[in-house]
């Protein structure tokens, strides 16, 4: 098994930046792809960026790509997403994800462990 907490979140204004941390713990980190949802208020959680166990693929949604950038250290089993030009619609709970596999899927049931989320809030 393995254990996921992020960090990072908060609130910013429109155009700003972030970068949220995924801290892995328990099972070796480069063991699983990993990927990045998150969920709006009344919406389903939904799929943001995702990067393969070695770190070699990674994937967006449309609507972040150019401003997002995930990214994974396995000397500190942390996954990182830069979110740069950030939008009040980027407002939502972020969570990370782990996924017993060597590729990373942007279905969010096809992964196996989960953190706790941090609040993102982007102010207009």
């Known amino acids: 098994q393995v254990q996921l907490v992020e960090s990072g979140g908060g609130l910013v204004q429109a155009g700003g930046s972030l970068r949220l941390s995924c801290a892995a713990s328990?099972?070796?980190?480069?063991?699983?792809?990993m990927a990045w949802f998150r969920q709006a208020p009344g919406k389903e959680r939904a799929f943001v960026a995702s990067?393969?166990?070695?770190?070699?693929?990674?994937d967006y949604a449309e609507s972040v790509k150019g401003r997002f950038t995930i990214s994974r250290d396995s000397a500190k089993n942390t996954m990182y997403l830069q979110m740069n030009s950030l939008k009040p619609e980027d407002t939502a709970i972020y969570y990370c994800?782990?996924?017993?596999?060597?590729?990373?899927?942007?279905?969010?049931?096809?992964?196996?462990?989960w953190g706790q989320g941090t609040q993102v809030t982007v102010s207009s």
């Open positions: 328990g099972r070796t980190f480069s063991s699983y792809s």
């Open positions: 994800a782990a996924r017993d596999s060597a590729i990373a899927t942007m279905t969010p049931w096809d992964y196996d462990y």
């Open positions: 990067i393969s166990r070695s770190g070699r693929s990674t």
